[in-house]
């Protein structure tokens, strides 16, 4: 039927390698056979111009109804998501991510995520008020939504959704309904909020941009990803109320754990295959990973081929390791982030033991050596690294990190500007509670004085930092050396302590296995435990 | 001493210097419940809830502490961020914040060095409308805010305003509030009313005059009302007599009084008792009827200031009997710390004695006196009260020596006559020198001629081991002293002495109940005395690089213990 205009395209599909395009009624080029659309358009010739579209795309033109309310128009729920990655997405390539993050990656993932879950780019959408559902675009040449529906469905539409879809539930979407069910939303896969964190988070993994999950949650917690509140940003057309704040409205972060198992879960859904190798060169290897973590912690330069040594011996820098095959059976999906912290604290383990003793026998020596030292040569301070010298130096820093971070908390703003009406009922009295707290606030602000301003969040991926600023955290102790813990015996070199703890062993079934380091942490040494508090709380994991 | 302060009804909770330390905890332990922390919570609790609630309760946590530190610009920059929470979606959490808000927001306010009356009538507008709940409590609040800072009429109308009020169906606590609204209503009322009273006596003007009558009617309807129903309304009672005395209706007055003191249905309260009498005696009743009162108060309060006038009453009056009364109460008064250094009291126990003793009725004082020679002679007649006495109100020592020589004549106690008998007759004696001209050459040598028996009340605070000190009663009272010896622990050896600053829990207290006469058996109390000092010791050694933190034991026994010991 679309022949004629498509005959002048004959490239072959990128994704089947078909030639047999079709157009949709948005004039975008789509592969009959894979269904996959391209930028292509009818009278837009230059495949490299496509970006996202800017205006968010919305339910088939035919079907559309501008009548509902007055300026609003008929939105999906699926296209608030599609906002809301599309403005994270801008802010991660704001940040510095790579431009193709939001032109390919993450839209082929939401694509094929809309396509799988058969809520668009398929020939039988499932919807629970219609059957059919018209995606496409206002704005025509930069269409981001295409439905593949083909013509004979497009008139059923137009009665069918507007009586019982909206009759039911008090929403200003159209199928807000279906998310409201757990029973729905779990067969269909639907979209929630820490989803869109999720896909970013595969996104960025297969572009392997250095933003580990932790970095990720953090810039969401420091408000440089739109998260919380993000349907402020919605179009003013997009008309927002009822239950479409069930689905929209975030109450929490969602924790590490959270989104990992989500990405996971995502991962299967899209079906995706091998992603990138992650190789040696590249920033989530964690070799490359726990360097940074080092600097992060001011341990010192010379720790990192200690580090090595220990990635190397366990076969953890390897690619088939690293890399993540979620079309594998048994591919499993790594926390790099955490990965590289827990070799930071393997190693410190083996080079100190931490077990409440050694480690402040090691340090006492390495300050007597370093005296002895200085006799010699009297021109520099310390070189030696001290356990001691170094938890003093980092201890306070975390501490007041950690006052900082509560009282950030403390202060977070989650009640958006933008009243959330659950009901119309309860209209007046969300609207009077607003204005009561706005009222307060602007009351009690004026009785704050000159507070200083809240320290603007910089997006870092470092939270200390160490060295002779003035608003350093402490001196830096990178260059400090690790010769005492060193001896040599015969060629080779050994570690002076030779001893490594491990907690005992238990066979637990993967079911109920739960949270063991509450029951253990008691019995831990307290070099430990405050060990893993400070990755803990650099990696934003609380426990 | 148990025994008499079972007698002399003071619950046990109040006399805690009878307690040692492990029942004391325990007691403690029992009657406080721990408060529900609203800014801490379980681990478990804290796993589940959202990352809102938990920034809730870290910024009520901040506002916590920003106002213990008293820093109130900081409280109020975090309160106004913790406003969100009146938005939280789950409704007992949300009307929760509303009365934490109102709460912290008034107390902060109060602080807050910038801010002004404006600010405070914002909020409690803002808060009474938005948690429905506490809207009369507010009101309440508010029109008491505005008549501390003297804006009576505004006051007022808050008050009317919130009477008639209506939300739906009132909860029982509501309707307590708006009980109270209403007496506030009918007491204003009559403040207003006192102030026209007061300006109109000035100037006779007839309109003004009826605007206070339309106050009066006005205020003595509700309080009418309000004072038909049992319960404690003491000022109201009085607003309403005030009027009708103005009016000249005694009657009602009386009748409102009466019922106000005798009603069973209403709560004992020993003011209506006051009330009434004040009132008999502003009208000249006759004195029977006053005693037959202040006996109903005497039963009441056995302390009460009113008791002075009722032994008088007794003394003079004329129906038989009411004589022997009077010595009880007066002993009683006296049984009391508050009045153990009031001049009048003791003027009075001297003229009631004079009187029995005249009249021949020695062996009721004897009597009184059996009963209470044990603890009065540790609590009125020690050197230390000589000694006090004499600095500060030497009037009162006289009086107090004079007892004291009336009250020998029946004790026959051997001791206390050794240890006052010098006293007693240098008193007197002091009493005949006392000529108008005289009492100043007198007054620099009267500490002299005090008791010099070597009474360890004048020692110093005398180290005994490095970390052992041996102190008396003024010394364990002296907190600076005590910090500045690094005293830690403190052992009590008395059976009367108090705990001084249990309440601080600076010190660590033990107390051993030993009296100070010698037919205490002290063997019994080594034990338990060597086990704590032994704690301390070892406390002591394990710290030796701190040598100053110390233990004080303070003994406040007399050289009889000593000797036993």
Known sequence: MDEHLTEGYSEPCKQCGAVSWALSDGCQFFCRNCHNVIEKTQDVVDVSSFILNNKISSISSSSRKKTRREGGREWMVCEGFQFILKLQAEALVGLGVCPQFKTDVLWDFWKRYLQITRQAYTRSPVNSFTNTVYLSSESEPESAFLSEASDQTEPMSASGHSTDGRSSVCSGSLDAACYLSAKERKSRQLMNMPRTLALCHLALLWLREAITLADLLRLVSRRLIPYINVYEEFPEEMQFYGRDAIIFRVETIPSYRKVHGEALQMAEILQLPAFPPVTSDCLLHPALLSLRYLMEVNLPDELHSLVCRVIEKSAMGKESFLTFNPSKPKSTFLFYDLQAAALIIVTMKLLFKLDDHVEWTLSRKAVKKDDQGKKKTSKQ?????????????????????????????????????????????????VLKRRRVVEQLQSSFHTLTGSVPEQQSSSPSSF??????????????????????????????????NQAYWHTDLKRCHKKDCRDHYSELKHSLPRMYVWLLGLFSFLLRIFV | MDDIEAELGISRSVGNEDFSDSSEDERVARKIRPPILLHSSTAQARAKESGFHESSRLCLKAIRDAMLHHHWQEAAQYLSAYSQTL??????????????????????????????????????????????????????????????????????????VAASWRYGKQSVPQSLDLKLIHAYCGFLDYVIWHMKKSSVSEAEDN?????????????????????????????????YVDMLEFYNDQEEALKVLQNYAYNKDYPSNPNAHVYLYQFLKRHEAPPAKLISILKVLHHLVPSHELMQEYCYLLVNSVVPGHLEESLPVVFNLLDYPSWKNDLDTWNCLLTVMTVFKRKGLQHLIANEWKQRKDFWLTMHYRAYHGRKDSELNRELLLVKAKVAKLLGEHGGLSSFRQG????????????????????????????????????????????????????????????DLMQRLNIGYILNVTTHLPLYHYSLGLFKYKRLPATDSNKQNLRQYFEEAFEFIGIVHRFFLSYKQNLWTFLCIIISVKSTILNNL
């Not at chain 1, 030696?384 to 990190?401: C, I, N």
């Not at chain 2, 008491?144 to 009429?153: A, E, P, Q």
Request: charged share 25%.
């Open chain 2, 207 to 239: 309109s003004s005059n009826r605007e206070m009558h339309s106050y009066f009617r006005q205020a003595s309807v509700t309080l009418q009302e309000i004072i038909a129903q049992p319960g404690v309304w003491d000022p109201f009672v009085l607003s």
């Open chain 1, 381 to 429: 301070g310390s070189k030696m690294f001290s356990l001691k010298a170094w938890y003093m130096t980092v201890h306070p820093a975390l501490e007041r990190a950690r006052q900082r971070e509560e009282l950030f908390e403390a202060r977070r703003p989650w009640k958006s500007k933008k009243v959330l009406i659950p009901a119309m009922k309860h209209k007046a009295v």
């Open chain 1, 463 to 496: 939270q200390f930092l160490w060295g002779q600023e003035e608003d350093s955290d402490g001196p830096s102790l990178h260059h400090k050396r690790l010769n005492c813990m060193l001896e040599k015996r015969g060629k080779e070199k050994w570690l002076v």
């Open chain 2, 420 to 479: 006052h008998e010098e006293l007693c007759e240098h008193s007197l004696h002091l009493q005949e020198g006392q000529d108008p001209g005289a009492s100043v050459g007198l007054s620099g040598a009267l500490p002299h001629s005090l008791p010099s028996t070597p009474d360890i009340e004048n020692a110093e605070i005398t180290p005994i081991l490095p970390f052992l000190f041996l102190g008396n009663e003024q010394d364990a009272q002296d907190h």
């Open chain 2, 87 to 160: 938005e939280d979606t789950t409704v007992n959490k949300q009307s929760l914040a509303c009365e934490i808000i109102w709460r912290l927001g008034t107390e902060i306010l109060q602080h807050h060095p910038n801010s002004r009356l404006e600010d405070f009538n914002a909020l409690y507008e803002q808060m009474k409308n938005s948690g429905v709940k506490n809207y009369a409590k507010i009101c309440l609040e508010h029109s008491f805010h505005l008549l501390l800072n003297g804006h009576i009429y505004d006051a007022k109308r808050q008050l009317s």
